[in-house]
Nanobody, 121 residues
Framework: QLQLVESGGGLVQPGGSLRLSCAAS????????IGWFRQVSGKEREGVSC???????DYADSVKGRFTISRDNVKNTVYLQMSNLKPEDTAVYYC???????????????WGRGTQVTVSS
């Protein structure tokens, strides 16, 4: 069983920064990819970024140049550094474990509970 726990969300002003963390525990040998997704009530879940065990990464066009994903295999933790945040980044952010480097929800079998990110003045 695989468990994922997000942390680091909160309230930030436009242009500010936050770093989200995703801590993994349990049996995850077959899940080499960790993805970040976000969702606003009434909208579809949107892929943000993902990273494989070798460090290869992918990003949604909407966050390229602003967000950076990284992975610490010793700590079993994946980070999402978010900079120059915009109001449209406001959402619940989820991390998930998947099998390949593909930023689509159907690739992911295990999900965290999410952490709220609010970008507002």
């Amino acid at each position: 069983q695989l468990q994922l726990v997000e942390s680091g969300g909160g309230l930030v002003q436009p242009g500010g920064s936050l770093r989200l963390s995703c801590a993994a525990s349990g049996l995850f040998s077959d899940y080499v990819t960790i993805g970040w997704f976000r969702q606003v009530s009434g909208k579809e879940r949107e892929g943000v970024s993902c990273i494989s065990s070798d460090g290869s990464a992918d990003y949604a066009d909407s966050v390229k140049g602003r967000f950076t994903i990284s992975r610490d295999n010793v700590k079993n933790t994946v980070y999402l550094q978010m900079s120059n945040l915009k109001p449209e980044d406001t959402a619940v952010y989820y991390c998930a474990a998947g099998r390949v480097l593909w930023l689509h929800p159907i690739n992911y079998d295990y999900w965290g509970r999410g952490t709220q990110v609010t970008v507002s003045s």
